[in-house]
């Protein structure tokens, strides 16, 4: 983000506003992180701050410091939208395509306010009037932090604060075992642990929070793991029925897919689930080193995101979207050993 922009957004921010932040449809870790974080930043400088998710997200973010404050537009729709016909300033976390926003996305394109884009995903549109994007940074919540420091109020980050940001950086970066985890995430870490993120209780209220039928869902999740050595590959697949039987909640498949690649002389790993719902089968992609799943998923599964993580969507069958994936293995020479 350039000290122009900048510049003109301590000067939109530098009197109270109507102000709402949106995260991306069915949030995560690093989504609600920023979103809470920021909301709590934006409120100390005196603004009246709404935090709008497009649906719900996982049980075992519900603890963040202002959950009980987020309105869920599929839930609330007529004061999501009033909220949003309000606003004067959108801030727009995590996400950098409108149709990432499921379906706020009419209401967003309607909205008249400022829009303020803060994302680390690839290839981003241009509904914003202030972007700032960086592919390269390991989470929205390191850059919530850097877009913090550019408004010069480092100082200002609060115990909250800094607990919703620790939150989507770990969730972000794999407990800081991801790629994209710079010495300079280190440093942000530090920093937000010397300003009040509790490591210990942060990491045990989203990693030791398992119910039983999520532990039982697990079970399944591995029984049907496949391994493709060949190709350093292993993926998962669950269907609706076994969700259904273990009485899937939103967020019980999170981190699953890490389980591939936690087998040695695996690279690539993938889990399937079937959403009979939407009708799709949904698919998160994770790999480590060189092989860019962001291209993987864009060339084959409507998808995209990060070098080492991305994700897609099928609407064949399970079993079609199995024989897909199989059959596109051997076009990727440089996953055979």
């Given at each position: ?21 949106v ?47 987020v309105v ?13 016909n309000d606003?004067?300033?959108?801030f ?36 914003a009037?202030y972007?700032?994007?960086?592919a ?27 607990t ?80 259904d ?27 399937f ?40 969507k ?16 051997p ?7």
């Amino acid at each position: 983000m350039i000290e122009q922009a900048i510049l003109e957004i301590t000067a939109e921010l530098s009197q109270a506003k109507n102000i709402v932040i949106v995260p991306h449809k069915g949030p995560d870790g690093d989504a609600m992180g920023a979103t809470l974080g920021l909301m709590h930043f934006l409120r100390d400088k005196g603004h009246n701050v709404n935090v709008i998710s497009p649906n719900e997200y996982p049980k075992f973010l519900k603890w963040l410091p202002g959950n009980d404050e987020v309105v869920i537009y599929e839930k609330e729709k007529d004061r999501a939208e009033a909220l949003l016909n309000d606003a004067e300033i959108v801030f727009a976390l995590d996400f950098n395509h409108l149709s990432r926003s499921g379906d706020m996305q009419e209401t967003l394109t309607a909205c008249e306010a400022v829009f303020i884009m803060i994302d680390h995903h690839r290839e981003p549109s241009d509904f914003a009037n202030y972007t700032y994007s960086d592919a390269e940074m390991s989470s929205t919540c390191e850059m919530v932090y850097h877009f913090i420091d550019k408004l010069r109020a480092v100082e200002k980050i609060t115990p909250e604060i800094a607990t919703c940001l620790y939150t989507g950086i770990m969730t972000d970066t794999g407990s800081f075992r991801f790629s994209a985890t710079s010495a300079e995430t280190h440093r942000v870490i530090a920093d937000l642990m010397d300003k009040g993120a509790v490591n210990d209780e942060i990491h045990n209220n989203i990693f030791d929070t398992f119910s039983e039928n999520r532990l039982q869902l697990l079970g399944t999740a591995l029984q049907n793991l496949r391994v493709k050595l060949e190709y350093k590959t292993a993926y998962i697949s669950l269907s609706q029925e076994e969700l259904d039987k273990n009485n899937f909640q939103k967020g019980d498949t999170e981190g699953f897919v890490n389980y591939g690649l936690s087998i040695e002389g695996v690279i690539f790993a993938v889990i399937f689930i079937e959403n009979k719902q939407e009708n799709i089968i949904k698919i998160s992609f994770r790999s480590k080193g060189d092989f860019n799943v962001n291209k993987f998923a864009r060339a084959h599964f409507e998808g995209g995101g990060h070098n080492n993580a991305a994700g897609g969507k099928s609407s064949l069958s399970l079993e079609e979207t199995l024989e897909k994936f199989n059959s596109i293995l051997p076009e990727y020479k440089q996953l055979q050993g």
